[in-house]
């Protein structure tokens, strides 16, 4: 699920990405600084980078760089506002393109749609290019 929320926020997005830094591996704690609410610990003040290197982190961080690599070849955040042409909460499909591409996202946890329709504006043949279960 984290993927697909950061898919959908990067590609309906008006021009711009903000990532935090730590956020594009799902690091798994929060960054405090020393505080006197914390006994001025630096215990949460660093970032794990060590996780970078395993399962799941190292995945989400792969997936993140290739996120921004779609961008710089295809430059979809700067082709103006997404086109939104489905939204269903009944199946929690919701489809818009963005210049020439077309997005379809199910946020259903319990269901994949092998055969759902969504309508475009140009009639033409579309390539799946990443599909995701």
Known sequence: MFQIIKLITFTMSE?????????????????EFPMSSNDYSFQLANRQW????????????????????????????????????????????ISFTRGPFLFVFNFNPEFSHQLYHVGVDEAGEYQVTDASS
């Open 50 to 93: 060590g996780l970078l290197d395993k399962g799941l982190h190292k995945h989400l961080f792969n997936f993140d760089k290739d996120v921004m690599s779609l961008d710089e070849n295809e430059r979809i955040i700067s082709r103006g506002s997404p086109n939104i042409h489905h939204c269903d909460d009944t199946s929690m499909v």
């Open 15 to 31: 021009g711009t990405y903000l990532n935090f830094m730590g956020n594009e591996f799902a690091h798994p704690k929060r960054v």
